[in-house]
């Protein structure tokens, strides 16, 4: 009789990375912790300023289970920022309401020289202690749920850190690119070293998979984007092989257009997340079946609901269909976003 105790399956995440057409497909949100979440902006007002949130464990794992417990979301993104590779580098940043994030930009070879790796990962101590208790909280309370560990693209942090903040065009850094390649280079590989470590930590404390948000690397041309965004990616996601064997990975390379081909084929990802800008069916034709997508609903059509949330979501479910998907949105849910409209979206979900 032992022998015929059933094996766990995997996690609906887990087999959609690995290639399985799982159906309906399992789901989660970009920025779905957020303030659109009245019970985010109670733990928001107590932990005073964003970076103290990302920062104390307690309150952001807690952060993380909060649409989990709500929704029941087939994976948790880990509650923090892509900038808080720049802020354990020691660039100092602070998050301003209303203005987003702004940093001390880098303007000198001399500041590009100096940024050390190597402490990033013991500066950044904190998050892989959330990603620890985030762990241990989905063990007990939604064991279906897979933990989401993630950092920025090299290309979109380096933006930050050269512009100081964000920006429609980010002239300061698609500049610098052309005028001083080596330099540029050189604060994507202090980027790409600092990511892979960064990584490597989010998986030994408990991430279960990892995503790459390259949220601006569609405004280069084709060979900058070669260059600045699937190199250092095929780098980050060789390393990452080697050293986190198992562990998938998922790219967004927002606003890629047809360059998505080249992305899927060349960074090493398991999976492509897809903008809002993409016709999935396109991408599916484009995207070899053997490799997941993920995405792409509107945040706005979320932000409508009713019958235009319903007809986007069955949209993109239709040009899915049959192979290893993801659903997702195709940017970050926006804070005027009534909750009750995920609820709406998860009920056509798991109706699919
Ligand atoms: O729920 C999740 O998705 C997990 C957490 C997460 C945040 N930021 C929390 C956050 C993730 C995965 C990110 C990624 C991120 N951060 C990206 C890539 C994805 C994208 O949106 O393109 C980028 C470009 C950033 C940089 C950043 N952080 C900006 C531009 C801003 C300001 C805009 C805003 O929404 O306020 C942030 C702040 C930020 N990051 C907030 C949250 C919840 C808002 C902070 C607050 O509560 O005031």
């Known amino acids: ?35 659109y979440l009245p019970e985010y902006r109670e733990l928001r007002a107590q932990a005073g300023d964003f970076i103290s949130l990302c920062t104390t464990p307690p309150l952001a794992a807690e952060v993380t289970l909060q649409p989990i417990r709500r929704y029941g979301m087939e994976a948790a993104i880990l509650f923090s920022d892509i900038l808080m590779i720049p802020w354990a580098l020691g660039q100092p940043l ?4 209303g203005e987003g994030p702004l940093l001390e930009p880098l303007r000198t070879p001399e500041s590009i020289a100096a940024l050390d790796p190597s402490v990033v990962v013991a500066r950044a101590a904190p998050v892989f202690e959330t ?11 939604a064991p279906r749920t897979t933990l989401i560990g993630f950092a920025g693209g090299c290309f979109t942090v380096a933006c930050y850190m050269l512009e100081g903040k964000g920006s429609k ?13 080596a330099l540029f280079g050189r604060l994507i590989r202090t980027l790409q070293d600092a990511t892979v470590e960064y990584l490597v930590a989010q998986v030994e404390a408990g991430a279960e998979a990892l995503m790459i948000f390259d949220s601006w690397a569609g405004m280069l041309s084709p060979g900058q984007f ?22 998938p990975l998922i790219g967004f390379p927002r606003l890629a257009g047809p360059l998505l081909t080249d992305y899927a084929a060349r960074a090493g990802v398991d999976a492509t997340a897809i903008d809002t800008s ?10 070899p079946a053997t490799m ?41 849910i926006v804070p ?11 009920r056509i979900l798991r109706s699919a």
């Not at 602070?94 to 309401?97: G, H, L, Y």
């Not at 065009?169 to 001083?180: C, G, I, N, T």
């Not at 192979?323 to 940017?331: A, K, S, T, V």
Request: glycine content about 8%.
């Open 1 to 35: 009789m032992d022998s015929e105790r059933p094996t766990i399956p995997a996690k609906p995440l887990l087999r959609a990375l690995g290639g399985e057409a799982v159906w309906p497909p399992p789901a989660w949100l970009m920025r779905q912790a957020g303030r």
């Open 94 to 97: 602070r998050f301003a309401e």
């Open 131 to 141: 990603v620890a208790r985030v762990r241990e909280g989905l063990a007990t309370e």
């Open 169 to 181: 065009e980010f002239p300061v850094a698609r500049s610098l690119a052309y005028q001083d390649p």
């Open 226 to 247: 070669r260059r600045w965004v699937i190199e250092p990616t095929a780098a980050i996601t060789r390393a990452l092989r080697k050293r986190c064997p198992g562990v």
């Open 278 to 287: 993409m016709d999935p069916r396109w991408a599916a034709q484009a995207v």
């Open 292 to 332: 997941a997508l993920q995405g792409n609903l509107d945040p706005l059509a979320l932000v409508a609901g009713g019958a235009a949330l319903e007809a986007e979501a069955r949209s993109i479910l239709g040009a899915m269909r049959g192979r290893p998907y993801i659903f997702n949105l195709g940017h970050g």
């Open 336 to 346: 005027q976003t009534p909750p009750e409209h995920v609820t709406q979206l998860m």
